[in-house]
C-alpha cells in the first residue's frame, strides 16, 4: 500500500508570500495543526506548525524553566499577543524546514519518517514536486492496520 492511498486530498497550505497574522488564520479558520508553505508552483518549501505560532506567545523565560509543575499559570503574561509588527512578519521567517514524501511511498517507510522527525502530519507530493495530500500518524498507522485482517491464523 502506498501513501496516496491513505492521505487526504483536501490539504491546506500558506504561500511564501503570507504573513504570520494570514497563517495564524487559516490556521483557526480551517482547525489544522501544520501549515505546509508552498513557492508560486506549490511545491513545498517548508512548513509552520501550531507549536511555532504559540512560541510567540511564550515569554522569553519559558525555556530557561526545567521544570513547569510549579507554575500554576502565567498571570498577565496570558492576556499579551505578539506585536502586529511581528505578526505582519513574512512566514518564512518562522517556518521551520519541510519533510515530505511523495505519493508512491510506502506506508511504513512514510510512518518511520515521521517517528524519526517526531511529525504528526506528513505532506506527501506529486513526481513533480507539487503538493498534493497530507497524512496523520493515524491515517497511515490505521491504514496499515487494515491490512492485518488478511493475514491468515
Known amino acids: 500500500m502506498e501513501i496516496r492511498d491513505c492521505m487526504k486530498r483536501k ?5 511564501a508570500t503570507a504573513t504570520i497574522r494570514q497563517a495564524a488564520a487559516i490556521f483557526v479558520e480551517k482547525h489544522v495543526g501544520m501549515l505546509p508553505v508552498v513557492d508560486a508552483q506549490g511545491q513545498p518549501i517548508g512548513v509552520i506548525r501550531l507549536a511555532d505560532l504559540l512560541a510567540l506567545e511564550l515569554p522569553d523565560s519559558f525555556n530557561l524553566l526545567p521544570d513547569l509543575d510549579f507554575v500554576h499559570d502565567f498571570g498577565a503574561v496570558e492576556t ?3 506585536a502586529p509588527v511581528e505578526l505582519d512578519k513574512p512566514v518564512t521567517m518562522i517556518m521551520q524546514p519541510i519533510t515530505f514524501v511523495e505519493e508512491s511511498c510506502g506506508l511504513l517507510r512514510a510512518y518511520a519518517l515521521m517517528l ?17 495530500g497530507i497524512a496523520s500518524r493515524v491515517d497511515i498507522g490505521t491504514a496499515i492496520l487494515s491490512n492485518w485482517n488478511t493475514v491468515g491464523p
Open 11 to 15: 490539504v491546506y497550505s500558506s504561500p
Open 80 to 82: 499579551t499577543r505578539p
Open 116 to 132: 524519526k522527525h517526531d511529525l504528526h502530519d506528513l505532506p506527501v507530493v506529486s513526481a513533480g514536486k507539487v503538493l498534493v
